[in-house]
């Protein structure tokens, strides 16, 4: 992660959002009222899915079971039916 104050970050504003979208690192810019995270759109989207996924009843606990399960007791690709 990236660290800068605002006045840095406003000079090379261009530059950071470039290496954070190119390179999904995130920059802490200080300010005196507090930090500011700047994620890439991609982090984001990801850490939203994660978050929808975690507050499925029961997704955690069947994920877990499923790491669990031998790969032979498991359906071949073909024969899931969506």
Known sequence: MQNTNI????KNIFSFL???IKYNEP???STKDGNAIIISE???????????LSS???????????LHTP???CLREDEVKW
Do not use: A, W
Request: aromatic residues 8%; hydrophobic residues 30%; glycine residues 8%.
């Open 18 to 20: 470039e290496q954070t």
């Open 7 to 10: 006045t840095n970050f406003r």
């Open 27 to 29: 920059v802490n810019v």
């Open 71 to 73: 790969l032979d007791d």
């Open 56 to 66: 499925v009843p029961g997704l955690k606990e069947k994920i877990v079971e499923g």
């Open 42 to 52: 991609e982090d984001y989207n990801g850490l939203m899915e994660t978050v929808y």
